[in-house]
C-alpha cells in the first residue's frame, strides 16, 4: 500500500465522521444559588474547527511526514513467512500497544508498560524494569503531551543510537500548552489520531524491517478495516445524538464529544485541573455543580481511574439530579481486550447511556 493509499484511509475515516454543525442547547439555570450561572448557549468546545473529531492540528497532521523516511510496501523483500524477524517493541500505554502488536503481529514482541486498571497514568513513576526494556527495545512508541513524561526520560537517558521513537504527541504538533482542547494528552480518543499513529506505525515498522514491507501491509490493511468499522459507532452516535448536552469530569471526553458531536459543557477549568491531578478552581465547581442540578444535562461522563473527592462529589450530584453516568477508563480495561474491543465497549455504553428512556438509569 503506496503513502498516498494510506492517506486515503485515514481521510475515509475523517469523512465517515465528518458530518454537518449542530445547534447547541439553548439553557439557563432555575433562580437560586446558581443565578447567574448557565450551560453555555452557544458554541462549544466541540463546535468549530474541532467539530469532527480533530483539532485544527489535526488537519495538518493527516499529511505530516513521519521523522523517519518511510519503505513503500511495493519494495523487494522477502515473504513474511520465510523470516524469522522479531522485532522487540515497547509501548509507554496499552492502547498504542494493542495496535502495534495488531500490526506488527508474529514479527513484533510487544511490551505495554502501563496495564494496570488500578493505575492513573498521570501518576505513573517507572522502574529499573521500565527502562531496562525501553533501552533493549528497537521501536518506542509514547504518548508525549505531558503524558508520559517518565518514558521520554528514559529514551532520551538510554544512549541507544539504533532505536526508532515514535513521539505521537510531538508527530501530531499537540502541546501541552494548548488547553483541553489542542492540548490534550489524551490522543487515543480521537479517531483522526489514531488512523494516523497507525500509519506512523507501518511506516517505522517497514523502515525497521523493509523485508517484511509485504506482511506489514497486509496487518495494516486489516487493522485499519477493523478500526473503520469500529468508528461506525461513532458516526451512529453523531448522527442520532449530536447536540446532545453532556458532561464530563475531566478532559479524557474531549476528544470523544467533538468526533460524536455531543456538546460538551463541563467547565474546561474544572476539566484540565482533573486531569492533571490539581483542585478545580471553585468558581468552576459552583458552575459544575449548577449544570449538573439545571435538568439539561443528559449525561455525565466519568473516569475511572482518577477518581477524586471533587469528581465523586459530581458523580453523586449527577446521580441525585437524574443524569445518567457512565465510566470510561484511561487504558484499555480488561487488559487483554484488544483497542477494538476496548473502545468499541465504550462507544455502546456511551449511545446506551444518552438513548436511556429514564434518566438516571
Known sequence: MQKSTRLVVIGAVVVLLAVGGYTAYALSVPPSACAGISTPTGPSLNTSSVAE?????????????????????????????????????????????SLVAQLGGVHTNVLSIITDPNTDPHEYESNDSDAIAIKHAQYVILNNVGYDQWATQLVDGDGATNQTVLNIGDMLGVLVTGGVVSGNPHLWYNPTYVMQAVAWMYDNLTAIAPSLTSYFTQQYDNLTASLASLYQEVTAIRDQFAGTVVASTESIFVYLANATGLNLVSPPAFMEAVAEGNDPPDSSVVEFQCQLESGHVRVLVFNAQTVTPITTSMKEVAQSNNVTVMSVTETIV????????????????????LDAPVLGN
Open 53 to 97: 473529531g480533530t483539532s485544527p492540528v489535526a488537519a495538518e497532521a493527516v499529511s505530516a511526514e513521519p521523522e523517519s523516511e518511510a519503505v513503500g510496501p511495493g519494495g523487494a523483500g522477502i515473504p513474511a513467512n520465510t523470516s524469522s524477524l522479531v522485532i522487540n517493541v515497547v509501548a509507554a500505554e496499552n492502547f498504542w500497544g
Open 334 to 353: 480488561p487488559p487483554t481486550d484488544t483497542f477494538q474491543e476496548w473502545m468499541g465497549g465504550e462507544l455502546s455504553a456511551l449511545y446506551v447511556a
